[in-house]
């Protein structure tokens, strides 16, 4: 499963005559298979001894490059940075306002939900919206269990 998911998201850089560089292959490869919403650091901490060569300027314009494709997203980190998802199969996302934990949340009607919320916005506001993201902010189970 995760190979294909690999596979179609090489496709798509692909498709918009992006190189397949081994740094973005890794990069990529790392957000399919880590569901932890890293930083840029997080990410460069965990491959920089496999691959010496990569830098933390590469990661973030990767990243963003990612990111214009619509094979990630960032998400809003409590301290004022930003954190990063692999957006293969949209998502919303639970968020901690407590200790900041993300959980990712499967809904089979999320692009159904996603639709509505730009047809409404479009609708009120004549604002033609490109994209959307979906957050539930509260207090994980651990949080909870701490605060008893």
Do not use: W
């Amino acid at each position: 499963m995760e190979n294909d998911i690999y596979q179609k998201s090489l496709a798509l850089l692909r498709e918009n005559k992006v190189r397949i560089t081994p740094q973005r292959q890794i990069i990529l490869k790392y957000l399919i298979d880590h569901d932890n919403h890293p930083s840029v650091e997080t990410i460069y901490q965990a491959l920089a001894d496999e691959f010496s060569n990569l830098s933390v300027a590469t990661i973030y314009n990767n990243l963003e490059l990612f990111e214009r494709l619509g094979i990630i997203i960032q998400i809003p980190n409590q301290d004022g940075g930003v954190r990063y998802d692999f957006f293969g199969t949209p998502h919303f996302h639970a968020i901690c306002e407590n200790c900041g934990k993300i959980v990712d949340i499967f809904y089979p009607k999320y692009k159904e939900i996603e639709q509505e919320l730009k047809d409404i916005t479009k609708n009120q506001s004549d604002f033609i919206p490109s994209t959307s993201r979906i957050e539930v902010y509260g207090l994980c189970k651990e949080c909870q269990s701490k605060m008893k």
